[in-house]
């Protein structure tokens, strides 16, 4: 998903789905470790979504905090 598409969800939403990319990533690292083969390009993917989701939350936050001053 793109940065774009997230800027206009509801903040509860995106942490939501952050926790839920947080775990399938930690449960991905278990079955790396264990498989012959693993698929690199889907452990880069959830990293590179984590870092969006975190990165659209902090300019949510920032924006408030402007809003405020």
């Known amino acids: 998903m793109k940065a774009n598409e997230l800027r206009g969800r509801d903040r509860e939403d995106l942490l939501r789905e952050l926790e839920q990319l947080q775990k399938d990533l930690f449960e991905l690292r278990f079955q790396w470790q264990s498989e012959e083969n693993p698929s690199s390009k889907r ?10 989701y975190k990165t659209v939350l ?12």
């Open 43 to 52: 452990r880069r993917d959830l990293k590179r979504d984590v870092a969006r």
């Open 58 to 69: 902090r300019e949510i936050e920032l924006q408030q905090a402007g809003q405020q001053d």
